[in-house]
């Protein structure tokens, strides 16, 4: 929802960040994969033939799907009952461990990338004096974020801003952090969010939602918020099917004049 007449709101004063997806291309995805494989030609290839998976069938629309923005049980779950795996939930530990040991490794490994599109908006939105926060389900997010050094990103990218420190990472550029809490109600529930908004200091109507997710953009939305689409695998119609304010593929093309207005626009 954006500012509407009469509305004494000059613009958004709260932006709410998506972690996974959003921010950094994290190995998420690849850990899912990988540890579900390990398991299905491992320990549980006696039920292999029982279940709808094939190394193949593990797509990037089923993570995006079925498990993308869940906290790790939930998503967990969710995977194994879409490959009609049997006996999932008392499966489910063994898996959501597995994942969690392999994306650590590929997390120290450096096997991730910040998006470039994205710290570029995160700068100007806070440049424009929006105040901004972390939301990711991901228990691993601030070790995505300690890694990224914003000021080292500014500098090579031509660009200044006062408010960067010398050292400055993403992880302490967010003045809220609600990343990785054990919230009663996972996406598409607007807790998180919500809890977010309130850590700002911020009425949830003033503040826009940045995520890559369907059950993110609907958690949004369940909390009064804008909600910003970002389509970068593939799925803009799956995102817009959601019914968010805006979808782009790329932050780049957000009009940033339109946040001081309190809208989501397109430059252009």
């Not at 998420?28 to 193949?56: K, Y």
């Not at 593990?58 to 795996?85: C, D, I, N, W």
Request: include cysteine; proline fraction near 4%.
């Amino acid at each position: 929802m954006g500012a509407e007449e009469g509305d004494v709101r000059k613009g958004f004063s709260g932006a709410i960040f998506d972690v996974d997806g959003v921010l950094v291309d994290s190995p998420h995805e690849q850990a899912w994969r990988e540890a579900l494989r390990e398991l299905m030609e491992g320990q549980w290839s006696d039920v292999r033939d029982q279940t709808a998976w094939s190394p193949d069938a593990f797509t990037p629309q089923v993570y995006q799907g079925v498990l993308s923005g869940k906290p790790r049980m939930s998503g967990a779950l969710a995977a194994l009952e879409h490959f009609e795996v049997p006996d999932a939930r008392e499966r489910v530990e063994a898996y959501a461990e597995r994942k969690q040991a392999m994306v650590i490794e590929l997390i120290e490994a450096g096997e991730f990338t910040a998006y470039p599109d994205a710290l570029r908006f995160i700068l100007a939105v806070r440049a424009s004096g929006v105040e901004v926060a972390a939301a990711s389900s991901s228990k691993n997010a601030g070790l995505f974020l300690e890694q990224i050094r914003l000021d080292e990103f500014a500098s090579a990218n031509g660009l200044e801003y006062d408010f960067l420190r010398p050292g400055q990472t993403l992880l302490d550029f967010f003045d809220a952090d609600v990343s990785g809490r054990d919230f009663a109600q996972g996406k598409p529930h607007p807790e998180m969010f919500v809890s977010a908004a309130q850590e700002l200091g911020r009425p949830p109507q003033e503040c826009f939602v940045i995520e890559d997710a369907v059950s993110g953009v609907q958690a949004a939305k369940a909390g009064e918020m804008s909600a910003l689409g970002l389509a970068r695998a593939d799925d803009y119609d799956l995102l817009a099917a959601a019914h968010p304010d805006l979808v782009v593929t790329t932050l780049d093309d957000v009009d940033l004049e339109a946040l001081r207005e309190g809208r989501l626009a397109k430059r252009g």
